[in-house]
């Protein structure tokens, strides 16, 4: 597609909204206390309130998000539903805090891979119960895996982003490349090969944003049959880094180090980072999460031509990990069964599709995916729909102890390997070993 100049928007998350309680008497606190200090409450004309917490923060989904209240609190004057701003930046220790100081909003929007250890500590509701039926039939199995734990429900698969690569049209053309479809994407090879054609003096065939490596290399890697977590018959879970688990990682490590097809300077950057040399010819290529097109529409200079191609496919084609979106409800809140409703009301087919566009992302459930808005040609809609059904549960959904397993061992380990400072062998080392060591405290 051919971008026209718009507005720029730099791709930064809104901080969350700050609270501050005034100075009143001791008394009145402890009243306050005493009338509890869980998210939801009822007023004394018996109106329940309910807040949401969400981490929208492009102004489209906001705008969206705070639509969807709006429309809630019209139609039910009974259950108020109060917009709370959150942050992706710090949700989790946020949310932890909150958790433990008994002030967890009603409804929280958050990520899959982040549930397990609320989930497993009893923080989160199980939604088994609590859900409709036509929405639990409405999403796939395949996303419903992403919430599981043992046997309870702890959230809603909404919203998800495959990872694809944002090619530059006209250098695709004048390198004559084949160009990739779903039907016949590249394989991790040919994929190693274009790099090289597509580089040249001043440009390099393509640019990893790898600031945060560990969730693309684990959830490409699902492609080449990786899975890195291994659960043995006792339910406990261990890191084995397998023939799989490499294809990824070696031909980024070999696109960097040994063709220079790849920039070593992006490794360290976030995709938003990558653009300014995208936009000016310095990369062929970007591999970014599929929300990112929107950002690329607003910013690139007029009649920049681009295109949305699959990522590459592995022994198992096209399949990679993902980590929707997700809305949960707090153990601690008194109205479940109402705040559920109002998660079943975000998430009806229009309503997930004004998410969906407002985030530049897919929805989960089967009916919002036929929607036609979703499946043009332009802005490279209808190759996300394509992929849709080839995604699955990232490989570390259910791991006790993946954020301290990601931050302290995987995320300097990958980071290490794709500059050079290390091989392959010691990066299986340290995922393993000390990777096991991490995961061991979470299983005792």
């Known amino acids: 597609m051919r971008t026209t100049a ?29 009338a509890g200090c869980s998210g939801g409450g009822a007023a004394d004309d018996g109106r329940i309130t309910l807040r949401f917490q969400s981490l929208a923060w492009q102004e489209e989904s906001v705008a969206v998000s705070k639509e969807l209240v709006a429309e809630w609190n019209t139609a039910h004057p009974d259950i108020r539903v109060e917009y709370v701003q959150g942050s992706w930046d710090s949700v989790h220790d946020q949310l932890l805090t909150s958790f433990e100081g008994g002030e967890a ?50 959230g809603v698969p909404f ?74 018959a006792d339910g406990k879970v261990t890191v084995r880094f397998e023939a799989g688990d490499e294809v990824v990682p070696r031909t980024i490590h070999d696109q960097v180090n040994t063709d220079r097809s790849a920039s070593a300077t992006t490794l360290g950057s976030g995709g938003s980072d990558t653009l300014p040399g995208f936009f000016a010819g310095k990369y062929a290529m970007v591999p970014l999460g599929f929300s990112y097109r929107q950002q690329i529409e607003q910013q690139a200079p007029e009649g920049f031509d681009w295109r949305v191609l699959p990522a ?6 096209l399949i990679q990990g993902v980590s929707p979106q997700t809305l949960s409800v707090a153990a601690e809140s008194p109205h479940k069964k109402e705040a559920a409703a109002f998660v079943d009301f975000l998430l009806r087919p229009h309503n997930m599709v004004r998410l969906a566009l407002g985030d530049w992302m897919l929805p989960t459930g089967s009916a919002a995916l036929r929607d036609p808005a979703l499946r043009t040609r332009e802005d490279g809609w209808a190759v996300g729909t394509a992929l849709a059904g080839r995604l699955r549960s990232a490989p570390a959904q259910s791991v006790r102890g993946y954020p301290e397993w990601k931050d302290k061992v995987a995320t300097p380990a990958f980071q290490e390997y794709y500059s050079g400072a290390i091989g392959l062998g010691e990066l299986r080392e340290r995922l393993e070993e000390d990777g096991n060591l991490v995961l061991d405290r979470y299983q005792r």
Request: glycine share 8%; charged share 25%; proline share 9%.
């Open 6 to 34: 718009g507005t720029s928007r730099p791709r930064t998350k809104i901080p969350p909204t700050r609270t501050t309680m005034p100075v009143i008497p001791v008394i009145a606190v402890l009243l306050l206390l005493l």
């Open 105 to 154: 909003p009603d409804i929280i929007h958050d990520a899959s891979d982040d549930l397990a250890d609320f989930a497993y500590g009893g923080y989160l509701a199980d939604l088994t119960e609590l859900l409709p039926g036509r929405l639990r039939s409405d999403i796939p199995a395949r996303s419903w895996e992403t919430v599981t734990f043992e046997d309870g429900i702890y």
């Open 159 to 232: 919203l998800q982003e495959p990872r694809v690569l944002i090619a530059d049209a006209e250098l695709l053309d004048e390198a004559g490349v084949r160009v990739p479809t779903v039907e016949r994407p590249w394989s991790w090879a040919e994929f190693r090969q274009v790099t090289k054609e597509l580089s040249g003096p001043g440009r390099y065939g393509v640019a990893w944003p790898l600031k945060e490596p560990v969730s693309a290399s684990l959830n490409l890697s699902l492609s080449t049959g990786g899975q890195l977590f291994h659960r043995g």
């Open 312 to 317: 590459p496919a592995g022994e198992d084609g």
